[in-house]
């Protein structure tokens, strides 16, 4: 089975699906090829779903084509899914091995959502143990590693997802986002992820790592690809106490690539400080060329970010703590190790230090509301360096070594203490390796972000290169 249509991003195979050029089965078969190729060098998937009856649901979903009942983009796509994220009946792991045998009983919100859509699921996706982590260096179901360079890390904790996506083992996913899990392994493999508003997607069925700062969202090919995915798994659901009603919207057809006007923020203090100076030379050149688009920028000041690193880990270490008391005081022996030591870590903040955390996520968006009244969206670099070796604890930025957990998160969680929409787009290569640009908006301004995100996509930043097992193809 040629891997031709494994592939292909959604929007591209989507009309072939509708006009039945091609059917579910086809490009279901060629995402599964694909799978059993690369997955023992890559290790992307944690369980791959039996084939067989995967292959039964293509044809059930070619036959609703065939008499009519096409339900949109989605239908007929096969997907894979972080290992987080609830399938009714089906053991979800949450790469653990507290719960390597965890069976829900419903599903999540999100996948209840891409079922109505019509989309196929071949299996779920490797992640860092519980999502606390950058690296995806899971010790209960081995590393996930870099289409790129195998060597290296996917980032995390949506790595299986970055990695999948990137080396065509799926068509697309989905990640959890917590301080970065989305940006930071499309920005270390390549793809577009997009953290949308905090409340905008459901979380009801993901195993929760923080419940004030977790989101889900797209891990895609394309931008497009990610409204497709985006506008799929929004709604308000009254099952998720944050959740948050919000206008229907059409993100594809906001898709125009038109700029002209539109201002951009650039705060130099805290995002463009400590960036390996490839890295910074790439996302500057990404924003002169939106400049050369029609955009504006402008320089901006946030002073309260010297203070987010403190908030995000006070907040995420506090509410982390909690949600895993009972396992971690029963059985800490069956956490891995850097997760059973952050666990430990994660007792030891006052309710003191939570409540000042919380004055500042309020002073910080406060401060951000400020600045998107002067600029339309603020652009960043997703990460300060480039993907680590794998099992390396420490990263160099321009021969300083620095924390590579701090490094990781450090540019993508200001977005996840105010709840904002964020998006990580690659911005070409340094050393061989994808470097990634992030665009933050107000909230709720997903189609403004998506639509810079585009404009830039046209540019060709990637040069049309593909991983293959760390080999560059065209």
Known sequence: MSEVWAKKTISELAPLLQKREISPVEVTMSVFDRVQKLNDSINAYISINNEEKVLEKAKKAEKEIVVGNYRGPLHGIPLALKDILYFKGETVTMGSKIHENFTPDFDATVVAKLKEAGSLFTGKLNMHEYAYGGTTNNPHFGPCRNPWNIDRIPGGSSGGSGAAV??????????????????????????VGLKPTHGLVSKYGCFPLSWSLDH??????????????????????????????????????????DIKGKVI?????????????????????????????????QLVKIPSLKFAEFAEYMTFMSESALIHQNNFNQRPEDFGEDVRQSLRMANNPTAIDYLQAQQIRRRLAKEFTMMFEQVDVLIAPTLPVIASVIGEESVFINGQECSQTETLIRLTSPANLVGIPSISIPAGFSKGLPVGMQIMGPAFSEKLIMNFAFAFEQTNPLKGLKPVIGELVK
Do not use: W
């Open 166 to 191: 990137a080396a065509d083992m799926t068509i697309a996913s989905l990640g959890t986002d917590t301080a970065g899990s989305i940006r930071i392994p499309a920005s270390i493999c390549g793809i």
């Open 216 to 257: 889900i969202g797209p891990m895609t090919k394309t931008v497009q690809d990610a409204a497709i995915l985006l506008q799929a798994i929004t709604g308000y659901d009254e099952k998720d106490a944050t959740s948050v009603a919000s206008s229907p919207a059409n993100y594809v057809m906001s898709l125009t690539g």
């Open 265 to 297: 923020g650039i705060e130099e203090d805290f995002f463009f400080n400590m960036i390996d100076h490839e890295v910074d030379s790439l996302v500057k050149k990404g924003i002169r060329k939106l400049e050369d688009l029609g955009a504006r920028i």
